[in-house]
């Protein structure tokens, strides 16, 4: 067996993490210049237990490969959630990430075949829930069924790139991965192959955590932010990258109108779409540094995915209800002082609710946008999609309504103004709350 499939025992692991701080170090700068704290307010932020980043090379103590080889690259895919935004052609079991709202293959389909390129499909995993295996499986019938990995109850993100990295780790420990939405929209195949090639390489030399920012295009409330530093050069021994890398300076939280205005004018600042890209060992140290609870919990975790799925279904069944509910973002990011924003110049949209989906579908000269048989009189603005099976489908005809959304399925119907979109959560929460009803979720 190759030394990239080998699975080590605990004391392989526990050696590659601890090793990496004197063999791996990264640096988010060439000028020598510590980079900024980041935080989300202004209290400090806490620092690596590694030296501050000073260089965009590894050490020379050691030289590091010049790139991940295709099998020991791998992808995550975060692929929970509960079906709420998107009530009701969205339910527990077929989330967002599993409909075809905008095409003949989901969201999720589309995510693998996004990375396949630059991964095999042995080397995707999917992190789901239980309520969610058996569609998961169904829709990816090429990717091994042990690949797809379900969480016994969510925990947030931090949990499941913790689990991820386990997983990786127990198939190798030189592994570099990047973690992605299951549900985003991104109709740039090849920018986006191009950039995460890039990343795949960048992350494989040394201890740096990769994150893809979005040039923002609008003040829009609803992101996070990340505020970059200047443009990075490439490694010395490498070829310049196509993708433009910066420091990363600070994470910010989802900004008020007017702040988000100042970001955007500003130009130093990216939406923080959620995908990162980082070795192992950088990972597992950074959790370590942070997140210890969390570190100790993936010794555990790489321990019981050595033995094998049954072993691991058993430990998460037992330890995953008591780990603590914490994003990545705030767990890890927020903290690490070795972060670079790679510039995602691809199409991209989180898709975050029934507004978005006016962004991706063709607007009639009343800027009404609908997927079904509609007819309208004086009409304008709103969102109309019918979801409901080809024999049951009937015209919906609307008079004088405005800026609302109206969705059909078999067994339910949704009116909403679209001020009120976020508020579809709740209705929800309600409807699993009232026996008669609790079937819709």
Known sequence: MSKTTRKPGKAQAVAAVRKAGATKRYAAGESGKKPSTRTPSSTPAKRTASAPPTSTQP??????????????????????????RFWPVSREKTPKQLLKLLGDQSFLQLAVQRVLP??????????????????????????????????PVGRDTCAAVTLGAALVGARSTTAVMAVLPADHVIPEDRKFQQVLKDCFDLASRGQVIVTIGIQPTEPATGYGYIRVGEALPPPKDAKPYKTTFHRAEQFKEKPTYDTA?????????????????????????????HQPDMFDACQRWFQAATAGPAKLARTLATEYPAIRKISIDYALMEHAQNVVVADGDFEWDDLGAWNALARHLK??????????????????????????????RTPICIVGLRDSIIVQTDDATLVAHKSQSQKIKELVKRLAGDPRLAKLV
């Not at 955007?264 to 600042?269: C, D, E, I, N, T």
């Open 363 to 392: 607007a009639d000269a009343e800027g009404n946008c609908a997927v079904g048989d509609f007819l309208h009189v004086d009409a304008a603005r709103n969102i109309v999609y019918d979801a409901r099976s080809a024999s049951r």
């Open 118 to 151: 630059l991964v095999p499909i042995e080397n995707v995993l999917i992190i789901t829930n239980a309520a969610q295996v058996a569609e998961v499986r169904r829709q990816l019938p090429t990717l091994p069924a042990a690949n797809v990995i379900a969480e």
């Open 59 to 84: 050490k020379a103590a050691r030289p590091s490969r010049t790139t991940a080889p295709a099998s020991d690259r791998f992808v995550i895919i975060m692929a929970g959630g509960r079906g709420e």
């Open 261 to 289: 205005l100042e970001y955007v004018q500003s130009g130093r600042y990216r939406w923080n779409a959620g995908m990162f890209i980082w070795s192992f060992v950088t990972v597992t140290q950074g959790l370590q540094a």
